[in-house]
């Protein structure tokens, strides 16, 4: 029997896997399809500055400890699997065009000094040194130097043969029901017929979190985002871009040698998993009216996966009410950016028993009982 | 040896073999990959009176006079082959939005009645009457009932299944050169190495017609066009739509159960096959526009193919100046719609040893010495 069992190899099953495995626990991955969900989807910011809700704090705490990670997290990955995850260092450029889009800006740029994080005002002439690719339309921006990316196809890449290194098992099954007996969670049972028994059972399949017959609710529902990648935009922009364009936001993140993403909707939908000509033309739209040379970049790959949101939108994080059980789940927006801490903190859980102080205030029961059987939409989501 | 080989298995050179073999010749059509050039990204519009260009009556002459067998040709095809083409005759409407676009739709009326041809002019009401996805803010439309559609790539699956029945066969390889004895064609030279001897070897190449070493200049240049295909659409629309939008055009083809094709630009860029960001923009910008119902549609594909171009954009059809050399290429916008006329006319020319009167026209000879040797870009070219 192994340590540990984890249900989901996407950014997040995988991290916790290879840490948990580092640490001397023997440990299985099941996946049928591994980093083909939202991990193909992500756009790899590092962002918990530029996208700090307020009413969020305990949730910006989490970011940045995450952000903080981020750098030997990534030496270390790159190191244990002998890839490259792309790690740009380059900060965040945030941009407004119309006097509502300057006021958010502003609001933001107050929340955050009083939050003592670091950021700075820039007028559009420096907004532009620093992006020349950026319209001379834009009124002003705020720079966030400590806003990072990662190529988020490179992190699940170097994860994979990471977790491989260290000794963790692939196994290429679905995940579709819990094994239960004695009031505790023994393991997994597969698609294909077979089971695999664990110690823990560490549940990290994404906005399909729910799915697991035999388990109890996880408040987890999907957030749908459809996201652009081009290609031929090496040169274009230097580091993230984020626009306020009169009220609708977009971001477009550089990565590997030539490529640009462009993201991203946010749609409560369900698990409908079209490509829509209307959100296409959005995030085109915008992109190109931040940076006009986008219309000459090729469109290599249009996609939509599901994020998985909670009742907060805070992820759940640590021991589930069924023992045996664990939650590494409801990432939504933030899962390339809290992967580190994550999977610290689920293999610090997995080999002493506690949880970290850093992840406790994001364990389920936090919804009590009444809450944790939905997860309704309308948590103050928006569209894009 | 066999009497035909075609160089290429696109719908032209398939409507070709298909027509020679039917008519007792042996026929071989060399293709390494038949249908994946220009014949994929077809609108398969049958369109000469919404495309009559002003002085171009004979291509319009050859349009028409293909339409006229597209339906026996289409219901031939489907009964050699046991597979639908899609036809459709639901007609055209062209719809315009500003003053200089109902302009432009007068004066394409006038010029269609001059012609005799039959359109009427239609107010918005009427025009949402016919297709009621159009939004209210179409001022004015001209109703075609003779211009109809296929479905391009159930053609061109059709064509091989009947070129194969009536036992034309397939070269599954690359034409690389011609082979040129006694001042005569005799066949094609093979990229594989290979060679396949022929009484007449037809050029039905499309845009890479100046490909084959050892032949005759042929003037054909590429005619880059991007097209977005759509799934969901069922019920969107009944038939063709094209649009002028503030002065660009824009078509809407509904093709299959679900399917639509929104279409296309034309630019002159060589062989660059790149989807750009600003065409896919421009085409579901416009195409948003004409039917805000496209928003919601799934994009299913986006693409980019080269058009045949040549100095005068009419065909280039029958003999070349090399003795055995026959040309079918050179149908820039018009390839589906001109499929059967060019086909008949061909195979009536290999048969006979003459061309009938209705493609006479458009011998290479019409160019003289002097403009054979180039295909110029920018006889009366505009983007999109």
Same mark, same amino acid.
């Given at each position: 029997?192994?340590?540990?069992?984890?249900?989901?190899?996407?950014?997040?099953?995988?991290?916790?896997?290879?840490?948990?495995?580092?640490?001397?626990?023997?440990?299985?991955?099941?996946?049928?399809?591994?980093?083909?969900?939202?991990?193909?989807?992500?756009?790899?910011?590092?962002?918990?500055?530029?996208?700090?809700?307020?009413?969020?704090?305990?949730?910006?705490?989490?970011?940045?400890?995450?952000?903080?990670?981020?750098?030997?997290?990534?030496?270390?990955?790159?190191?244990?699997?002998?890839?490259?995850?792309?790690?740009?260092?380059?900060?965040?450029?945030?941009?407004?065009?119309?006097?509502?889009?300057?006021?958010?800006?502003?609001?933001?740029?107050?929340?955050?000094?009083?939050?003592?994080?670091?950021?700075?005002?820039?007028?559009?002439?420096?907004?532009?040194?620093?992006?020349?690719?950026?319209?001379?339309?834009?009124?002003?921006?705020?720079?966030?130097? #400590?806003?990072?990316? /990662?190529?988020? $196809?490179? !992190?699940? %890449?170097?994860? *994979?043969?990471? =977790?491989? @290194? +260290? &000794?963790?098992?692939?196994?290429?099954?679905?995940?579709?029901?819990?094994?239960?007996?004695?009031?505790?969670?023994?393991?997994?049972?597969?698609?294909?017929?077979?089971?695999?028994?664990?110690?823990?059972?560490?549940?990290?399949?994404?906005?399909?979190?729910?799915?697991?017959? #035999?388990?109890?609710? /996880?408040?987890? $529902?999907? !957030?749908? %985002?459809?996201? *652009?990648?081009? =290609?031929? @935009? +090496? &040169?274009?922009?230097?580091?993230?871009?984020?626009?306020?364009?009169?009220?609708?936001?977009?971001?477009?993140?550089?990565?590997?040698?030539?490529?640009?993403?462009?993201?991203?909707?946010?749609?409560?939908?369900?698990?409908?998993?079209?490509?829509?000509?209307?959100?296409?033309?959005?995030?085109?739209?915008?992109?190109?009216?931040? !940076?006009? %040379?986008?219309?000459?970049?090729?469109?290599?790959?249009?996609?939509?996966?599901?994020?998985?949101?909670?009742?907060?939108?805070?992820?759940?994080?640590?021991?589930?009410?069924?023992?045996?059980?664990?939650?590494?789940?409801?990432?939504?927006?933030?899962?390339?950016?809290?992967?580190?801490?994550?999977?610290?903190?689920?293999?610090?859980?997995?080999?002493?028993?506690?949880?970290?102080?850093?992840?406790?205030?994001?364990?389920?029961?936090?919804?009590?009982?009444?809450?944790?059987?939905?997860?309704?939409?309308?948590?103050?989501?928006?569209?894009?």
């Amino acid at each position: 029997m192994t340590d540990v069992v984890v249900a989901g190899g996407g950014l997040i099953g995988l991290g916790v896997a290879w840490r948990a495995a580092r640490r001397g626990l023997s440990v299985a991955v099941v996946d049928d399809a591994p980093g083909t969900g939202a991990s193909a989807a992500a756009a790899g910011m590092l962002a918990p500055v530029t996208e700090a809700g307020y009413r969020e704090e305990a949730l910006l705490r989490l970011g940045l400890a995450s952000l903080e990670r981020w750098p030997a997290f990534a030496a270390e990955l790159e190191r244990d699997s002998g890839l490259p995850v792309g790690l740009r260092t380059a900060g965040t450029l945030v941009v407004g065009f119309d006097d509502d889009d300057m006021r958010e800006l502003e609001a933001l740029h107050d929340f955050q000094q009083q939050l003592g994080l670091s950021a700075e005002r820039l007028l559009p002439r420096a907004v532009r040194r620093r992006e020349p690719s950026l319209t001379p339309r834009v009124r002003g921006g705020l720079l966030v130097t #400590g806003d990072h990316s /990662v190529d988020g $196809r490179a !992190v699940h %890449g170097a994860l *994979l043969a990471a =977790a491989a @290194a +260290a &000794g963790a098992e692939l196994v290429r099954d679905r995940a579709d029901g819990l094994l239960v007996e004695d009031g505790r969670a023994t393991g997994l049972r597969l698609a294909g017929g077979g089971t695999v028994r664990a110690g823990s059972v560490v549940v990290a399949l994404g906005a399909h979190s729910g799915r697991l017959a #035999g388990g109890p609710p /996880v408040p987890v $529902r999907p !957030v749908k %985002g459809q996201i *652009l990648r081009m =290609a031929g @935009a +090496a &040169g274009l922009l230097d580091g993230t871009v984020r626009a306020l364009v009169r009220g609708r936001h977009v971001y477009l993140v550089p990565y590997g040698g030539n490529g640009l993403i462009v993201g991203a909707t946010t749609e409560d939908r369900g698990f409908d998993g079209t490509v829509t000509a209307g959100a296409v033309h959005d995030l085109l739209h915008d992109a190109i009216d931040v !940076v006009p %040379g986008v219309s000459e970049l090729e469109l290599a790959e249009t996609m939509a996966r599901w994020r998985p949101g909670t009742p907060d939108n805070a992820p759940l994080l640590g021991p589930a009410s069924l023992p045996g059980l664990v939650l590494a789940t409801g990432h939504h927006r933030n899962g390339v950016l809290l992967t580190p801490v994550t999977a610290d903190a689920i293999a610090d859980l997995l080999v002493s028993g506690s949880l970290p102080e850093v992840a406790a205030p994001f364990t389920v029961d936090r919804f009590g009982h009444a809450d944790v059987r939905s997860a309704a939409p309308g948590g103050g989501e928006q569209c894009r």
